[in-house]
């Protein structure tokens, strides 16, 4: 399938500005963790949120059989129909509070990553690597929305692993997008993944984005 076409009437999908914090207030990022279909993208949500996160799984039917392959993924019950949702406050390098919106995996919800995109710093894009393909669609959306994303592999059980350099060559990215590892169940590899994002977010923001003072992220 053809990739998403950014919507030229829409700059509010490109967003790189974080939020004015109040005096001794954390800034407040918006974060997009999107992915094929199966990737673990309500996991990683719900493995970092620090409050019960909002979830709009449902179950899978015969009605989607056609159109939803779980090839990969026979054991798939359920699927996300809207978004996931799930808050994260880290204290360092500095106060930042994320707002986490896991995207529906399959392609025909693209329309609704574009309102899940609005106003956000940047992307996850969750990797699977036993179904590369299902990949190709996220990665190309965000590069025609100019939206800066990250890489993460989840290291799914029993998967061949394989160097970040591999999977950069397999779905032809730009040498300035990170690819990192991860486990999507486990909270401090996901708050990683998300700190790799806010530092390579912030690191492309247009020159004249509003910066939270003293944002030291290059170590993130």
């Known amino acids: 399938m053809p990739s998403p076409t950014p919507r ?11 939020s004015r914090p ?3 207030a954390p800034t407040v990022l918006k974060v997009v963790i999107a992915g094929g279909f199966g990737v673990g993208k309500t996991t990683a949500v719900g493995a970092v949120s620090e409050i019960t996160p909002l979830s ?35 204290p ?4 930042l509070e994320l707002f986490l919106f896991g995207t529906p995996g399959q392609d025909r919800f693209g329309d609704l990553w574009y309102d899940l995109s609005r106003g956000a710093v940047g992307a ?25 994303f ?11 692993r394989y160097h970040p350099d591999q999977v950069r060559a397999a779905l032809e ?9 991860c486990d999507a169940r486990d909270p401090r590899h996901v708050a990683g993944v998300l700190l790799t994002l806010v530092g390579h977010a912030l690191k492309n923001a247009p020159a ?13």
């Open 8 to 18: 030229p009437d829409d700059p509010a999908v490109v967003s790189l500005t974080p």
């Open 22 to 24: 109040q005096a001794g």
């Open 56 to 90: 709009t799984e449902e179950y899978l039917t015969e009605a989607s059989v056609d159109v939803d392959s779980l090839e990969g993924v026979e054991a798939k019950q359920t699927t996300t129909v809207a978004f996931d949702f799930g808050r994260l406050s880290l």
């Open 92 to 95: 360092e390098p500095v106060p």
């Open 124 to 148: 996850v894009v969750l990797v699977d690597t036993r179904r590369l393909a299902s990949s190709f669609t996220a990665v190309s959306f965000f590069e025609d929305i100019r939206l800066p």
């Open 150 to 160: 990250v890489v993460a592999v989840n290291h799914f059980d029993g998967a061949h």
């Open 173 to 181: 990215l730009h040498a300035s997008v990170p690819v990192v590892t």
């Open 208 to 220: 004249d984005s509003t910066r939270p003072p003293s944002t030291t992220l290059q170590d993130a």
